[in-house]
């Protein structure tokens, strides 16, 4: 049985590596605004997915207008990454200012279920606007960066063999520790980074710094969604198929890796997705295997949560939990 | 002129009425005190100032502007330093940056780094403690830093809220000290205490505050000597 793990397991971490970096980001929107505000911003999973359908609407217009063969794919992929993230972003700052701002004071439970208006009101309009262009709310880009390499694992050692993975997969992962990287550095090295993380510890105080909480809530949120929507691009490119339903379960997920990092925590989130995307890939190569056939691949989630609920059993605080242990 | 004019300011927090009718004056130079018990309203009139919270009624004025509708983050601006109740350093920002937030809106690096210079005459263990995290200070230690941080701004009123509480004497005597210092340099200080005897100490002149009113005022001396006083908070 080793043995048949042991071969697949290249594939797996490719793959894992490819849907946890995409859980990752997610997750960060999740925890950031988490640690500014204490909110469950539900409505993030749908700017991931509205950003997987600005990003394919602009991708097909293109098409349309011959741009994208005129010009390499790549930079035609940057220029929509970088459209993509500026709308989503005022999209993010749009939706606090509207759903959230107004209910600041009152208690979280109201402004959850206001998060999850805004999420049921995207995944609507988003449909609407699909549904109503292309007769058909499922939307195809066109194909790119599909060229297959191998890696050639097998040459390692023979008990591997060789992982698969496309050119998107690449630019998937180099393009996600591009934002996780210069996130990290943003957050912890600049001054308005750091105004975020003194908002996040304490806001009252923050204001007697001279700072504008309101600017800093915003500019959490625009990072955020920002983030979120350039990886719905990404993840358009990579799987393919999009539906105004994919943020939901993928939103879901991301939270709960935000949670096994220990939420709030922004290298915690980072670590928890990909770690999440790896057992999922596990999870679904291996339980047939691992069961003797009572549960196939379909179970994967089951088996991805079991473990997540196990790590939080015995580290409620998430892995990487809350950095000091504060004094009052 | 007065820097600081509170007139007949009352303020609530929703139904409760927390200040009423308040009316106090710092003039420039001065290191004034509130005095009063738990509950007096003592930090709901520093807040007030500070702009953290709003008065339903009455003026706040600063330096011959009304600023009883300014919200906090532009007060600070304006050279009010407010260093709260319980200290309230960032528990995970370090030492330098607790520090450097208090300079936020200074953009040039080398004024912060000369104000942080001066914050560390006056805290040398501050500068030993540079990339420590805030929150694992003593008690001591973060009140200082508290205070050193709101003087990263270069205030021209220094809003002060319990420094001695939860200290041990010893550390209490230091901060009465710094707090004295501070004012023969020019600054002008508004300091809230339950730790009545040295605050009046200290002071030019003292307020008592009971259930949100003003019942006494008058020069510190005259104060800790007065019988009422002495019976209410100097026991
Ligand atoms: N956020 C709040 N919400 C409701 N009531 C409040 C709030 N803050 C203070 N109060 C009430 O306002 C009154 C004045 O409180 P304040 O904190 O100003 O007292 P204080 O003189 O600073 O007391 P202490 O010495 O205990 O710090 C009290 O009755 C208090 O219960
Ligand atoms: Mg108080």
Do not use: C
């Not at chain 1, 490819?18 to 997610?26: D, E, F, R």
């Not at chain 1, 996780?180 to 993380?197: C, I, S, Y």
């Not at chain 2, 600063?62 to 601006?77: C, F, R």
């Not at chain 2, 040398?124 to 990263?152: D, H, N, W, Y």
Request: glycine fraction near 10%.
């Amino acid at each position: 049985m080793l043995a048949e793990i042991l071969q697949t397991l290249p594939q797996v971490l490719v793959d894992g590596l490819a849907l946890g970096a995409i859980y990752a980001v997610i997750a960060l929107g999740y925890t950031m605004v988490y640690g500014i505000l204490e909110l469950i911003n539900f409505a993030h999973g749908e700017i991931f997915m509205t950003g997987a359908f600005i990003g394919v609407a602009m991708l097909i217009l293109m098409t349309g207008l011959g741009w994208l063969a005129a010009m390499p794919a790549i930079l035609a992929l940057i220029l929509v990454l970088v459209v993509t993230s500026i709308l989503t972003g005022f999209m993010g700052v749009g939706i606090e200012r509207m759903a959230y701002r107004p209910l600041r004071n009152s208690p979280k439970l109201i402004t959850l279920i206001s998060a999850i208006g805004v999420s049921f009101l995207l995944q609507d309009l988003v449909r609407f606007i699909t549904e109503y262009k292309r007769g058909n709310y499922i939307l195809t880009g066109p194909s790119m960066f599909n060229e297959q390499f191998a890696i050639k694992f097998s040459s390692i050692s023979s008990s591997f063999s060789d992982a698969f993975f496309k050119t998107s997969t690449l630019i998937l992962i180099i393009s996600v520790v591009i934002m996780m990287v210069g996130l990290d550095f943003f957050v912890n090295k600049t001054k308005w980074g750091m105004a975020m993380r003194a908002v996040a510890q304490d806001r009252e105080t923050a204001s007697l710094m001279s700072i504008n909480v309101n600017k800093v809530i915003s500019l959490t949120f625009f990072i955020g969604s920002a983030l979120g929507g350039a990886t719905g691009v990404l993840f358009a490119v990579q799987y393919g198929t999009i539906d105004p339903y994919i943020g939901f379960i993928l939103g879901l997920k991301a939270f709960t890796a935000a949670v096994l990092g220990g939420i709030g925590n922004i290298r915690g989130a980072m670590a928890g997705g990909i770690m999440l995307g790896l057992l999922e890939m596990f999870a679904a190569a291996n339980l047939q295997l691992l069961t003797g056939g009572i549960f196939g691949a379909e179970y994967k989630d089951v088996f991805a949560f079991a473990i997540l609920i196990i790590v939080l059993i015995f580290k409620p605080e998430g892995l990487f939990g809350k950095a000091v242990t504060e004094k009052v | 002129m007065s820097i600081l004019q509170l007139k007949d300011v009352n303020t609530f927090y929703g139904g409760i009425h927390a200040l009423k009718g308040i009316s106090i004056s710092v003039e420039k130079g001065e290191i004034v005190t509130l005095i009063g018990s738990n509950g007096a309203g003592k930090s709901t009139t520093l807040k007030t100032i500070s702009g953290q919270v709003m008065p339903k009624t009455g003026s706040v004025i600063y330096e011959g502007k009304d600023i009883s509708k300014q919200p906090a983050h532009l007060t600070a601006q304006t050279g009010i330093a407010h260093v709260p109740e319980g200290r309230r350093i960032f528990p995970r920002l370090t030492v330098k940056e607790n520090l450097e937030m208090g300079a936020f809106i200074v953009k040039d690096k080398r004024i912060v780094k000369e104000r942080m210079e001066k914050v560390f005459q006056y805290f040398p263990r501050l500068q030993e403690r540079l990339s420590q995290k805030g929150g694992t200070m003593s008690g001591g230690e973060q009140q200082m830093l508290a205070i050193g941080r709101a003087l990263m701004s270069k205030p021209r009123l220094l809003l002060l809220d319990e420094p001695s509480m939860g200290l041990a004497p010893v550390i209490v005597e230091q901060i009465f000290d710094i707090i004295s210092d501070l004012n023969k340099e020019g600054m002008t200080i508004l300091l809230v205490e339950q730790n009545a005897y040295q605050a009046l100490q200290v002071a030019h002149r003292g307020y008592v505050i009971q259930t949100g009113e003003i019942v006494m005022a008058g020069q510190g001396q005259e104060l800790i000597t007065n019988e009422q006083v002495r019976e209410a908070y100097l026991a």
